[in-house]
């Protein structure tokens, strides 16, 4: 993960403070998911193609640190959208260069390849849009073809979106990604970020690379802290008050705000308010719901005061509760349309 990261990163909401400096609206932080020998392409010797990289787009870009064992790095981009769909394009045709098929009869300008994007699920909406005419119009206008993965990443609220084309198609695609991403920015804010890896390697190695960003922006919730790791070991089962994490002091509380389909949320609150309940209970977090919508779109207001692994926690059961609950639905629609035919 590159060193630099975004300002005030524990600032996530309040809603009155939440934006972080300079405006999400302004710049994007777009991330894909590559593998090991691409990810040494992408940097280059002592780091020479990602600092060209750099001067030749003026974004912010780096991959994240080898974790033994793993295959797969995450690339940050940093930047307004024009700069981060060039820096993609540039990325991707370097890449094709680095990989050449047999003998060559097709300029790397030609060549189709394939880059998979990590979308936090709340935003996956927008770009998809209405019976999916947001992401046929984006397919249309570019030339790429993309393809959204139905689940989220493992311990994550991130999906893949696999951007396929030329590099060139591939670079219009993600501009236009990146300006739909910008448009609803706040609805990326809490993304539980995907770390390659698995169980406590990623809470303990990857966690190190550094502070955290969301599809659109900040994401306070991967903040580096001393006891995260430590605090992670206790079993999902134990109560709060035994865990180290939620016997850190008051001044390491977070509050994070995150947008619920009000038809969702008595799925999220459960009978009694038994589902709610015992994700307070597993996250540690403090977790309060307004009584009516905020706005027109008729979403509902969560908010979450917590650590930032406890918060982390806390989001993470309620995407995977969200996802239980789609795929519930999705399924007894099936078994109508069956019955009727």
């Known amino acids: 993960m590159p060193?630099?990261?975004?300002?005030?990163?524990?600032?996530?909401?309040?809603p009155q403070s939440r934006s972080p400096s300079p405006s999400p609206r302004d710049t994007l932080t777009l991330r894909a998911l590559?593998?090991?020998?691409?990810?040494?392409?992408?940097?280059?010797?002592?780091?020479?193609n990602v600092a060209d990289?750099?001067?030749q787009t003026g974004v912010k870009a780096g991959v994240t640190k080898v974790i033994p064992g793993v295959h797969e790095r995450v690339l940050t981009v940093t930047g307004p959208v024009d700069g981060v769909a060039k820096a993609y394009t540039l990325?991707?045709?370097?890449?094709?260069?680095?990989?050449?098929?047999?003998?060559?009869?097709?300029?790397?300008?030609?060549?189709?390849t394939a880059i998979r994007l990590l979308i936090s699920h709340n935003l996956m909406g927008t770009i998809i849009g209405r019976n999916g005419l947001k992401i046929k119009a984006i397919q249309d206008g570019s030339g790429a073809r993309m393809v959204a993965s139905k689940d989220m990443l493992p311990?994550?609220?991130?999906?893949?979106?696999?951007v396929q084309g030329a590099p060139e198609a591939i670079g219009r695609a993600i501009e236009e990604i990146g300006k739909c991403l910008l448009e609803d920015w706040e609805r990326g804010l809490g993304t539980v970020l995907f770390h390659p890896g698995t169980g406590d390697d990623r809470s303990s190695g990857s966690r190190r690379s550094g502070p955290g960003f969301s599809s659109t922006g900040l994401s306070g919730s991967?903040?580096?802290?001393?006891?995260?790791?430590?605090?992670?070991?206790?079993?999902?089962?134990?109560?709060?008050?035994?865990s180290p994490v939620s016997a850190q002091p008051a001044a390491n509380l977070r509050t994070q705000n995150i947008s619920i389909p009000s038809d969702m949320?008595?799925?999220?609150?459960?009978?009694?308010?038994?589902?709610?309940?015992?994700?307070?209970?597993l996250s540690g977090s403090k977790i309060s719901i307004a009584k009516a919508p905020h706005d027109e779109t008729g979403e509902r207001m969560f908010t979450i005061i917590g650590t930032p692994?406890?918060?982390?926690?806390?989001?993470?059961l309620l995407y995977n509760q969200l996802e239980s609950e789609k795929e519930r639905r999705v399924g007894r629609e099936q078994q109508q349309t069956e019955l009727q035919d």
């Open 53 to 55: 990289l750099r001067e």
């Open 91 to 112: 990325i991707i045709s370097q890449l094709v260069s680095a990989t050449p098929s047999s003998p060559v009869t097709s300029s790397p300008s030609t060549t189709h």
């Open 265 to 281: 949320v008595g799925c999220i609150i459960g009978r009694s308010g038994t589902k709610i309940t015992e994700i307070r209970r």
């Open 3 to 14: 060193s630099e990261s975004s300002p005030q990163p524990e600032s996530v909401s309040p």
């Open 34 to 48: 590559v593998s090991t020998k691409d990810a040494g392409v992408i940097i280059g010797k002592a780091g020479k």
């Open 222 to 242: 991967r903040r580096p802290n001393g006891d995260g790791a430590r605090g992670r070991q206790s079993p999902p089962s134990s109560p709060p008050p035994q």
């Open 309 to 316: 692994e406890a918060n982390e926690k806390a989001l993470f």
């Open 155 to 162: 311990q994550s609220t991130e999906r893949i979106v696999e």
